[in-house]
């Protein structure tokens, strides 16, 4: 017998997480306060299992199945016999609490109690319960359905059982699953954050414009987008609220420090293509500006980003926060970097990229530039 799944939040990721739930043979409650939300989702997901039979992906018998399998209800207490919940609301933790109070009413003593939360503490989300040992982090990539990997966060106070029987029934559904501490940013969103920080920093030394970033890292580095074209995909809104809630998580550790360019950005409401405007003019009949393809410049551009990230993806193996094979996973499989980038690292030898971290520490003398001590223990072999 499948397990029931419960899905509190019918917005982006919430709705991506109960089609997969319902294509992997769940019956599926999807839970959300806005009636008008429940519609939507639901007409979405008409659309999506509609392309998938033309595309042939699934037969219409199964678009059926998977359509009968999901429940929509505004009530929290259609949740009563579901065996794991996973909550995907608003990134609000009073909101999340109430939420979590509710829940623990309804459902059984040995329903798992999940969030999908990008930025907050699963022990904090717990910290309400009265049985937080069923508390976990399932923190899927957007789109749900499409992306791979999920990260899964046991906090201080889950047990050993919530975590192995999460994983196993994420893994029943075909993900790339990676544990992971449950520290700022988990492994993806902590390990990317020079990807965009490092490029917005080297605009802001006005060693290059945002057009001939993006080409070292795409054309050079072999990263499918450049940092300025992602933030403006992502938007800089959103993009910019991880960058600071990491920096602040982080008790404003300097390697995570946001950028004034990106916050003008986004208070200048530049932000990106939902606006029409962000680094580049989406407007219509706008022409994206050239890079300069300067080899060496390029060259310079791509290796100063590539140490950082390396580094970052050395500090949280490190600091414990996740096996090397499964940061190389996470970075992989969640943002689609070409390479690991611990992998990346011995290829290009741990010696050279710390030479490199050196140097900028050298440089510069911040703090954010350190060379993680076990860069340094790889380097001397
Ligand atoms: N969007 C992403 O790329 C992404 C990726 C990974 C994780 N997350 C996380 O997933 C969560 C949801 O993000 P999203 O982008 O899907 O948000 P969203 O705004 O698209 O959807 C949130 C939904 O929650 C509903 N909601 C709000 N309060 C509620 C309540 N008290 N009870 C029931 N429903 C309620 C809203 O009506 C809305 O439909 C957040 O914690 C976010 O950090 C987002």
Redesign the pocket.
């Known amino acids: 017998m499948k397990e029931i799944i419960g899905v509190?939040?019918?917005?982006?990721?919430?709705?991506?997480i109960a089609q997969v739930a319902a294509q992997f043979g769940h019956e599926v409650i999807l839970?959300?306060?806005?009636a008008d939300?429940l519609d939507r989702?639901k007409s979405s997901l008409e659309k999506t299992l509609t392309k998938l039979v033309e595309k042939e992906k699934i037969s219409a018998a199964e678009k059926i199945e998977i359509s009968s399998k999901i429940r929509y209800a505004t009530d929290?207490n259609e949740l009563t016999f579901a065996n794991l919940v996973i909550?995907?609301?608003?990134?609000?933790i009073t909101?999340?609490h109430?939420?979590f109070k509710t829940l623990e009413l309804i459902v059984a003593d040995d329903c798992i109690l999940a969030?999908?939360?990008?930025?907050?503490s699963i022990a904090s989300i717990g910290s309400v319960l009265n049985n937080a040992s069923r508390v976990v982090g399932i923190?899927?990539?957007?789109p749900a359905p499409l992306m791979p990997l999920v990260e899964i966060i046991p906090a201080v106070q889950t047990t050993e059982e919530t975590l192995t029987k999460s994983v196993e029934l994420i893994k029943s559904w075909k993900k790339t699953v990676v544990v992971c501490k449950d520290t700022p940013g988990f492994i993806v969103n902590r390990v990317a954050r020079p990807f965009y920080g490092e490029a917005l920093r080297i605009y802001d030394e006005g060693i290059a414009d945002f057009a001939t970033i993006d080409w070292a890292m795409t054309h050079i580095g072999g990263f499918k987008m450049g940092p300025f074209t992602l933030m403006d995909y992502?938007g800089n809104d959103?993009n910019y609220a991880v960058t600071e809630s990491v920096f602040q998580a982080f008790y404003y550790d300097p390697r995570f420090k946001p950028s004034f360019t990106q916050k003008r950005h986004r208070e200048a409401g530049f932000l990106g293509r939902k606006s029409g405007r962000g680094y580049y003019n989406y407007a219509e009949g706008s022409i994206l500006p050239t890079p300069t393809e300067d080899m060496e410049l390029g060259t310079k551009i791509f290796n100063r980003i590539l140490c950082m990230l390396i580094n970052e993806a050395f500090d949280a193996v490190f600091m414990q926060v996740a096996k090397a094979e499964d940061v190389d996973l996470a970075m992989t499989k969640g943002v689609n970097y070409p390479k690991g980038l611990l992998q990346w690292a011995k290829e290009i030898g741990y010696d050279k990229v710390l030479e490199q971290m050196e140097a900028l520490f050298a440089e510069y003398g911040e703090d954010r530039y350190r060379p993680n001590p076990l860069l340094r223990r790889f380097a001397r072999g």
């Open positions: 509190i939040g019918a917005g982006t990721m919430g709705s991506g839970v959300d306060a806005n939300q989702a929290l909550e995907a609301i608003v990134e609000d909101i999340k109430t939420v969030s999908n939360t990008s930025s907050l923190h899927f990539f957007n992502i959103v």
